[in-house]
């Protein structure tokens, strides 16, 4: 502990942020499901961010970057090495015109509202996702209609090495629920996106839908699964197999929508694990789909 705290003390000393020791994951991610990471850092910089990457390269130490942690599970060992949380310091939003740039800790929310103040309803359809612009980004999010790409300009990332390149839309190769953010090891730190093209969506009307669908106000990741390109939706086959309302422990298989797992209190990660493998075995079984991970899962 004393080396431990030590390491602290001199990643402190070059960053502006704060580092902290030992901290629960599990406040950090909607499932509420997660060891300590051995350092955990609040960047208050772009320049907080390349030291921590820099530090952790110097003494041998695994690192990674999370946002709002809402399509997330982390093991309930913890994480060796430092967790990089980009938040309310990175959550800058600016419009001018028909541009927004929003910083990567910014959540969905906030910019949807900046958008509606200037009379529009076009990112109504990002209503009701918890995640950051930053996680939004990596995972392509949106609805059926229309995902979160459609409306990206460019976007600005650090590399490994750190250095701030800028990705035009077509050079971020977006796809359903994918990205090169996820390929490579870049950190999106802004996106810049296109406004005023006259698109609306009823966001009432969206999150009306959202909760009739889905599980909302309850700790869980989201959809866990992508839905199969050439089958019917993950939820659908999931709840086919007959697993709605399926436990094991302190998780269970919504029986509001059969893609959704609840940590209903007291779950682990070894007990989402467990559904995932279930999930996947049944619906393989029954209907011949191997189903995908939607949901990050870190070892």
Known sequence: MASSERLRARL???LHGKVKLGEPLSRHTSLRI?????YFVLPRSVEDICETI???QEHGLAWRVIGNGTNILFPDEGVRGIVIKLGPDFGRIEIKENRMKAEAGASLAGVISAVRAQGSRE???LVGIPASVGGALVMNAGIPECSISEVVARVR???FDGKLITLERDDCRFGYRRSRFQEEK???IEGEFRIGSGRSWDG???LARRRERQPLGVPSPGCVFKNPPAAPPAGQLIDQAGLKGYRVGGAVISAKHANFIINEGGATSRDVLQLIDIARSYVLKYF???LQLELAVVA
Request: proline fraction near 0%; aromatic fraction near 8%.
């Open 186 to 188: 870049l950190i999106v």
């Open 204 to 206: 009432a009307a969206l």
């Open 123 to 125: 990112l109504d359809f």
């Open 54 to 56: 820099s530090f952790a």
């Open 157 to 159: 990332a650090l590399t």
């Open 288 to 290: 011949g789909v191997e």
């Open 34 to 38: 997660g060891g300590q990471a051995d």
């Open 12 to 14: 402190q000393e070059r």
